[in-house]
């Protein structure tokens, strides 16, 4: 363990555009994943289990579901009398702080968190990304380097990577270099988010962003730019699984790839556990004529039709001549008798109708309102919405939250098309 040693900092404020009605009424981080877990749980879990039991959350952005979540940090081992996990905000003070103006700018607000507990190291971690790491590693090779600051980087495909910050390293795998999300990335090396900073370093460096005019207080965009000049800057390679599940695509994507034969994310692993808060459930159930292949199923979950390559969290209800296939149904979902849903997400406690077909079809339009979100085929529907018996919902549409039966002008939504409710605003 590292007791006062190491203080870890996780930026769990996030809106999470990308992701659209997903986040709309959570923070990315609690955006729920793999049937049974939050995105921050990976995060966390990571920290415990190599040996970090003093985590800072910084939340900002609809944390009430984080917050219900996490609690006082006891599915995680972190419910202690020294250390522990703590719920941190940004505040208005004399000093006119408000809301986060970017990730330094979050830490910067909580230096007086981090210095009443005056760690050497302080490790800073990005919320809404899914992966297993054992950050005991990062810290040995950051200490061995004498490094001032130490950011993990990993490969990933070239057509992502301007997503990402791009790394240049020197010989000594010392940084020398650092773009943040050029649009013609020429390296796919790139920054993940994870920061082992040595204290009073990482003090000067916010302190110092703080008196900058004009400053977005980003680390990627103003604080490492600068400290590669006259800082010892390193990276620490990553091979393992690492996800950011800040798109739709990408957040589909990471929960298929939990069905593959072999698993690249490692979350069955019982030396490296996920811990994330454990339901009151009834065991599964299958009917008679239910069909299920390939796919994770939650608990208090019962089936009775036919389910394949998808991920059904906790007490979703399948009902007879159903066929779902490729999606991704959150706690509590409904799909009424004879409906067909095909690379659809659902977030928790959607209402399908009978004889509905969602996702379907051989138009694929890119989605009107978001272009940038919908693309690839995947149709999503918000919190707790209520499709009509009967609807024939295309790919790439948007159903927003809390819409219910009322709000659709047809029964036939075309490919491309989105759904909202309609705003109260006078």
Not at 163 to 168: S, V
């Amino acid at each position: 363990m590292f007791k006062n040693e190491v203080v870890a900092m996780i930026l769990a404020g996030g809106e999470g555009r990308r992701l659209n009605i997903l986040s709309a009424k959570r923070a990315k981080p609690a955006v729920p994943f793999g049937g049974k877990y939050r995105i921050i749980d990976f995060c966390l879990s990571n920290c415990v289990n190599s040996g970090i039991y003093c985590v800072g959350v910084l939340t900002q952005y609809n944390p009430r579901s984080l917050h219900e979540h996490i609690r006082i940090g006891k599915d995680w081992d972190l419910d202690r009398l020294n250390g522990g996990v703590f719920l941190l905000q940004p505040f208005i003070s004399d000093a006119d702080t408000d809301w986060y103006r970017g990730t330094a700018d979050a830490i910067y607000q909580s230096l007086r968190f981090i210095r009443n507990r005056a760690p050497e190291l302080v490790l800073i971690l990005s919320g809404d990304h899914v992966y297993t790491m054992n950050y005991r590693h990062m810290i040995e090779f950051h200490k061995k380097k004498k490094a001032d600051l130490t950011l993990a980087v990993i490969q990933v495909p070239i057509e992502e990577a301007h997503r990402f910050g791009i790394i240049t390293v020197g010989a000594e795998g010392e940084v020398i270099r650092f773009d943040e999300k050029p649009e013609n990335p020429q390296s796919n090396l790139v920054n993940m988010g994870i920061y082992v900073f040595n204290r009073e370093v990482l003090e000067e460096e916010v302190e110092k962003e703080a008196m900058r005019e004009g400053t977005s207080f980003d680390f990627g965009r103003d604080i490492i730019p600068r400290m590669i000049q006259d800082k010892r800057v390193f990276t620490y390679s990553f091979s393992g699984y690492w996800k950011d599940v800040g798109t739709i695509d990408s957040y589909w994507e990471a929960n298929m790839e939990l069905l593959g034969e072999e698993s690249p994310l490692r979350f069955k692993d019982i030396d490296w556990p996920i811990y994330t808060p454990v339901a009151d459930r009834p065991p599964v159930k299958f009917g008679r004529d239910a069909q299920v292949e390939n796919c994770i199923i939650g608990e208090g979950a019962i089936i009775n039709g036919k389910v394949s390559q998808s991920v059904i969290f906790n007490g979703v209800y399948v009902s007879e001549e159903v066929k779902i296939e490729g999606s991704i149904l959150m706690n509590d979902c409904y799909i009424g008798k004879n409906s067909q849903l095909e690379r659809v997400i659902l977030d928790k406690g959607v209402m399908i109708g009978e004889e509905s077909r969602v996702g379907g079809g051989q138009v694929l339009n890119v989605n009107k309102k978001y272009p940038e979100v919908l693309w690839s085929g995947i149709t999503i529907i918000g919190k707790n919405s209520r499709i009509p018996s009967g609807c024939e919902i295309g790919k790439n549409c948007i159903i927003g939250a809390d819409v219910d039966e009322n709000d659709f002008p047809s029964l036939i939504v075309f490919s491309g098309e989105t759904i909202e409710k309609p705003s109260m605003e006078v």
